[in-house]
């Protein structure tokens, strides 16, 4: 794909994307597109390549062919793939933010609550201490951490508050995207509730772009207004949420979808 | 505002053997600013998926919805994603059977993200849900509340609210009075009528015969399909 054929308005396009493991081909021909602001989500069960599309998309992944665009804040596309390993690194401190589902893989465990939220306005040159740790107080604060906490060691913290930290430090620089990989998986179903409410208000008062993971409809539903279904490596279907979850076309959605049990 | 013209829906089940249940064929509808249509037919003939692929929830399998966006009719059965969450902002508003509850969502701002997301302040959004709530007898200390603990009827208001906060131009009313009682199916009726009377079009489910006389201006009849074959 050529630049001249991204449409103009899209933040994050992938044409043709596919990788294969040796003999397991993880993703076939993948096309998609995410507008500013907008929620995407990824749905499919484990193994249907899910997770190796976010990471092809954030860039940590090599595509086997397929190009994924970006445009940056200045209007300038960026062919990620081709990025150097430092201008990609910086773009991932900058505008894009990646929400892993276990948060000690994004947080310094040996690091304070507050260090951890000021780290990432410092690497954008935030160099004022006091304007730092007021604004790692107000993100404690907006994730419903009690902002008296912002001393201790995360390693203090319940899995919950661990998963809210790893937002607000993901969040705190007003990223245009955001990439999250089943942030709500593993956590009680009253602390996911809580996590996905935060979600929800942030991404939307924020305005910001995100590609969420989940095998969990019921989050897709919650959070996103445009779904994708995978299936080994493929997408199956695509379209409005509520749309593919009310009336699934593809075999493979309808039993995704009448696999959910009622609570 | 709307037309739509030879409309057709089946469900194909692929789980059951690829079964395919034809609902919907050749239905042609026209709604005029300021009118309202009800769909009458027994239940299970196919008037709430009519309803459901007005709003695009279901994918029509053929015909054209034509509906009236930013000056141009504009048609939603073949819209794309983006084109059909901008219609449905601006210009089309649905109110389903039941109201579908986010945890920890106060039933305020239930109502006023309606609004929000259509640009106008939080501040301006929430006064109005709250003035919309009141009208619909959603007493002041349930406003803060999320409606998961609501009653049905309670619930059902809130959803009302909810869809009616957005004053779009055409809207689309699936049993808005099911688990409302005698009072507040009035006010709901008066609500309608207002509604109307601004020129909104109206396509209705009504199950209370009484409430659709008072509303509708005709009927718009659903026979139900043949099994399939």
């Keep these: 794909m050529r630049p001249e054929s991204v449409r103009a308005d899209t933040l994050l396009s992938v044409r043709g994307a596919a990788l294969s493991f040796g003999p397991i081909a993880a993703l076939r021909a993948v096309d998609a597109d995410l507008w500013p602001g907008e929620v995407l989500a990824i749905v499919g069960e484990s193994g249907s390549g899910k997770t190796t599309l976010l990471n092809v998309l954030s860039g940590r992944l090599r595509p086997d062919t397929g190009v994924i665009w970006y445009r940056d804040k200045d209007g300038t596309l960026i062919d990620v793939h081709t990025m150097a390993a430092p201008a990609l690194r910086a773009l991932h401190r900058s505008e894009w933010g990646f929400i ?37 107080a107000s993100w404690l604060e907006l994730v419903e951490i009690d902002p ?43 602390v996911q509730a809580k996590l996905l409410d935060l979600i929800r208000t942030l991404v939307s008062r924020l305005r910001i772009a995100v590609v969420l993971v ?14 994708i279904v995978m299936q080994g490596g493929r997408v199956v279907e695509s379209g409005l949420t509520d749309q593919v979850l009310d009336d699934p076309q593809h075999p493979y959605t309808q039993l995704l979808v009448s696999s959910v049990l009622q609570a | 505002m709307l037309q739509v013209d030879a409309l057709a829906k089946s469900f194909t089940l692929h789980l059951r053997g690829g079964l395919r249940i034809p609902v919907l064929s050749d239905v042609g509808i026209n709604v005029r600013a300021g009118e309202c249509v009800a769909l009458s037919g027994p239940s299970g003939a196919g008037k709430s998926t009519l309803m459901r692929s007005l709003y695009g929830n279901y994918r029509a399998d053929a015909g054209r919805i034509l509906v009236r966006h930013r000056g141009a009719m504009v048609d939603l059965a073949a819209a794309e994603p983006r084109l059909l969450i901008e219609i449905r902002r601006e210009t089309l508003g649905y109110v389903s059977q039941f109201l579908r509850v986010v945890p920890r969502v106060a039933a305020r701002d239930v109502v006023a993200e309606v609004l929000i997301g259509c640009g106008v302040s939080e501040t ?50 699936d049993e808005p009075t099911a688990s409302l009682d005698a009072a507040n199916a009035a006010i709901v009726a008066a609500m309608i009528a207002e509604t109307k009377a601004a020129g909104t079009a109206i396509i209705g489910i009504f199950h209370d015969t009484d409430i659709r006389d008072a509303v509708a201006d005709r009927l718009f009849s659903i026979a139900p399909m043949q099994d399939a074959a």
């Design chain 1, 214 to 227: 989940t095998h969990d409809i019921a989050v897709a539903r919650l959070l996103a207004l445009r779904i």
């Design chain 2, 124 to 173: 301006q959004a929430r006064e109005r849900a709250k003035d919309l709530l009141l009208r619909l007898n959603i007493q002041p200390r349930l406003h803060s509340l999320p409606p998961a603990t609501f009653s049905g009827g309670e619930q059902q208001r809130v959803n009302l609210a909810r869809g009616f906060i957005g004053g779009h131009p055409i809207l689309l009313l």
């Design chain 1, 100 to 136: 892993h589902q276990d948060p000690r893989q994004n947080l310094r465990m040996g690091v304070s609550a507050g260090g951890n939220v000021g780290e990432r306005l410092m690497a954008q040159g935030a160099r004022n201490y006091a304007d730092i740790r007021t604004q790692a």
């Design chain 1, 148 to 190: 008296s906490r912002i001393d201790d060691l995360p390693r203090t913290f319940s899995g919950g508050m661990l998963q809210r930290l790893q937002i607000a430090r993901t969040l705190v620089t007003h990223p245009s995207l955001v990439f999250m990989d089943e942030p709500t998986g593993g956590l009680d179903v009253s």
